[in-house]
C-alpha cells in the first residue's frame, strides 16, 4: 500500500461516479452523489497519485445502525489488497466508535462476501433477507 495515498475523507463527486461505473455498481445521479457523500459518517479514498483507486463508507444513525456502502476498487487495481485496506480502515472506524449493540450491515456481492467474512461478517440468511427498493 505504500505507493497508494489514503484518504480519510470521500472523494470528488465526479470521482465517485465514475469509479461507481468503473466498478459496476449501480448508477447514481449527480444530485444523490452530492446529497449522499456529504452525510458520510467516515470514508476513506484510496489513490493512485491523483487517480480515486478505491473506496468505501460508513453511514448511519452514530447510535444503533452503521451501515458499510461503496465499497470499489478499480479492476486495474484488483487484486492487491486494496479491499482488505479499505476494510481495515473502516472497521477501525467502528471499532472506535460503534456503541456495545450498534448493529452494522452491508449488502455483499460475490465474490466480496468472502471479503467481508474475514471481518467477522455473516450472512442475515436463514434469519432473515435483506431487502431494498429503488428509486428510478
Keep these: 500500500m505504500e505507493r497508494y495515498r489514503i484518504v ?3 472523494p470528488t463527486v465526479s470521482a465517485y461516479v465514475h469509479l461507481r ?5 449501480s448508477e447514481k445521479s449527480i444530485e444523490a452523489a452530492e446529497r449522499g457523500l456529504k452525510h458520510s459518517l ?3 479514498s484510496i489513490y493512485d497519485s491523483e487517480t480515486l ?3 468505501g463508507r460508513v453511514i448511519g444513525d452514530e447510535g444503533c445502525f452503521y451501515q458499510i456502502v461503496d465499497i470499489a476498487v478499480d479492476p486495474a ?3 492487491k489488497g486494496i479491499g482488505k485496506q ?3 480502515e473502516i472497521m477501525h472506524y467502528l471499532d472506535t466508535h460503534a ?3 450498534a448493529y452494522v450491515s452491508l449488502i455483499a456481492d460475490p465474490p466480496a462476501d468472502r471479503l467481508y467474512k474475514q471481518f467477522g461478517f455473516a450472512y442475515t440468511y ?6 431494498y427498493k429503488r428509486y428510478e
Excluded at 21 to 25: A, E, I, P, V
Excluded at 126 to 131: D, L, V
Design 8 to 10: 480519510y475523507d470521500v
Design 86 to 88: 479499505i476494510m481495515k
Design 77 to 79: 487495481y484488483q487484486g
Design 99 to 101: 456503541p456495545k449493540g
Design 21 to 25: 461505473q468503473k466498478t459496476g455498481l
Design 126 to 131: 436463514p434469519t432473515s433477507y435483506g431487502m
Design 42 to 44: 467516515f470514508a476513506v
Design 53 to 55: 483507486i478505491g473506496m
